[in-house]
């Protein structure tokens, strides 16, 4: 357990107690975590059902299910100015798929996607390449047989859950934005506090939740903070892949780009590859467009460009680093694309000076929920549980980040009906059930396509040739082969455990077969030798 470093004067009643601090502003180092300790004359502890930090997809659903199981103090902290807050870094497309859509339907929002998402059946892909230009655009064989996946912006898609949230305010949901954590607290006398602060105003509050939920991502506080008071219990286990730390920036471009200098336009409702004419592995590069529904046209495209990390887009010396260079680097790499009529000087500006983001490694945390000593919130005692990129995060390259997130808040709430909303029953029940799936999904991104990026030719060969092998076989006796787990990904009624072990059941199969093919092999050049 953390020591308290601070005296605090508490008065009654319990559920609004006045808490005076009685130290300066100052910074506090508390085991694997900053935590900021200021003077606030006069603040007051709030109690809550639940305190969320994060106002992504997954903070937002998981209010929208506890509201709609009755809970009726819900407060949502997030440090963005709002949660649709458009980040040019950011701009993810999200695929929903049947494993997402659950929540949705659930908390009676499934109707809002359909009109901003585009359905993988209208799905197509043209290459945009030096030699060639614009090809005719193909149809991707990739699709979930029994259900619509979706492809909508992300910030669209918080929207919708946004809106959700906007229409149970203030009875039951309370959204601070703007709003950082800067303290979560346990001690014996007050059990869980956790301190917020308004970034404009300074203005500071002190929540004592029932149940804290961390939806704040990979770089979780509430993570970090678990982690000190249960001594190191919930740290992240990483595990190998060929995609992690993998290197990538957004481009944002125009709805409809121009595709080449005949003028050609880019289609809304239509994804693009545009391919590098450089071959060399430190050179070689291609942009991903994906698809979008945009009526409108006014929503801006994103273009992904995803290399190692010693390309020379990043290296000293070689990288773009003005609009200027960036243009002589776009010309020289897709010279079939007219840049300098397709991207703004302010875009190439902005592009050229970021940072970009890594992929993450594989991993999961080593536990989800977590009691607290001491206190109490309104007579109950208090617990936390991560949930989405808190808890387990990894590369986007099966596209499950988004839809394991929500498919964590489905779960929690099927564990909660169970329990009749019972926290201290469901929680370490949650758990239990959970985390083999959790497990299984990060072991599934390792093997699954990690190759798809074109870091490795070798790699990507010998991906293709295990892909098409067990297609292939899965064909001709589908009692004995399953399909390879990047098309069973897409299955989503399957869970992500039963999809692992048909994949390593026929891997187990693959083995046996070449292993007798081995001996049969062996026997014949003994005999011939004999």
Not at 179 to 206: F, H, M, N, P, Y
Not at 427 to 439: G, T
Request: charged share 25%; aromatic share 8%; net charge neutral.
């Amino acid at each position: 357990m953390l020591t308290n470093s601070q005296s605090f004067a508490l008065r009654p009643p319990p559920g609004r107690l006045q808490l005076r601090r009685t130290r300066p502003r100052r910074l506090v180092a508390c085991r694997n975590r900053i935590a900021l300790v200021s003077a606030a004359e006069g603040a007051t502890i709030e109690d809550c059902d639940a305190l969320i930090v994060g106002a992504g997809p997954c903070g937002l659903a998981a209010a929208l299910m506890l509201e709609k199981r009755g809970w009726k103090n819900v407060t949502v902290v997030e440090r963005m100015p709002t949660a649709t807050h458009y980040d040019k870094e950011r701009a993810f497309m999200y695929g929903i798929d049947a494993r997402g859509r659950k929540l949705l339907q659930l908390v009676g929002l499934d109707e809002g996607l359909p009109p901003l998402g585009l359905p993988t059946t209208e799905f197509k892909i043209s290459y945009v390449t030096p030699k060639d230009g614009v090809k005719d655009p193909v149809s991707l064989p990739i699709k979930d047989d029994e259900h619509t996946t979706h492809w909508i912006p992300r910030h669209k898609f918080v929207g919708v859950l946004s809106d959700g949230v906007e229409r149970k305010q203030p009875s039951s949901i309370t959204t601070l934005f703007n709003t950082t954590v800067t303290e979560i607290r346990q001690d014996d006398a007050e059990g869980l506090v956790v301190w917020t602060q308004e970034s404009d105003t300074g203005e500071e509050k002190c929540h004592r939740p029932h149940l804290l939920l961390g939806c704040d991502g990979l770089k979780s506080q509430v993570r970090d903070a678990l982690d000190g008071f249960s001594e190191g219990a919930f740290h992240m286990q990483e595990y190998p892949s060929p995609s992690a730390g993998l290197r990538y920036k957004v481009l944002s471009l125009p709805p409809g780009f121009l595709l080449d200098p005949e003028g050609t336009c880019a289609r809304t409702e239509q994804g693009y590859v545009i391919t590098g004419k450089h071959k060399e592995r430190r050179r070689a590069a291609r942009l991903g467009v994906l698809p979008m529904r945009d009526p409108s046209g006014t929503t801006p495209r994103t273009a992904n460009l995803i290399t190692s990390s010693d390309h020379h887009v990043w290296t000293p010396g070689t990288r773009p680093a003005t609009a200027e260079e960036l243009y002589a680097y776009l010309l020289d790499n897709f010279p079939q694309v007219p840049w300098r009529e397709t991207l703004s000087v302010e875009e190439a500006e902005r592009f050229a000076r970021s940072e970009g983001g890594r992929f993450p490694t594989p991993q999961h945390s080593s536990r989800l929920h977590y009691k607290f000593s001491g206190g109490v919130s309104e007579g109950r005692a208090q617990w936390a549980l991560l949930l989405g990129d808190s808890c387990h995060c990894f590369p986007p390259d099966l596209g499950q980040g988004v839809n394991s997130a929500l498919q964590d808040v489905c779960a929690l709430h099927d564990t909660l009906e169970r329990c009749d909303d019972d926290v201290a029953k469901a929680l370490p029940e949650y758990e239990s059930s959970r985390m083999p799936d959790i497990k299984a999904l990060v072991r599934l991104v390792q093997v699954s396509f990690p190759w798809q990026y074109s870091q490795s030719q070798l790699g990507r060969f010998l991906w293709a040739l295990n892909f098409f092998l067990r297609t292939a076989l899965n064909k001709v006796l589908p009692a004995v082969f399953h399909k390879h787990s990047f098309l069973m990904i897409q299955q989503s009624s399957s869970s992500y455990s039963s999809i692992l072990q048909a994949a390593n059941q026929t891997t187990q199969r693959l083995l046996a077969v070449g292993g007798l093919l081995l001996a049969l092999v062996g026997a014949k050049l003994a005999k011939a030798a004999g």
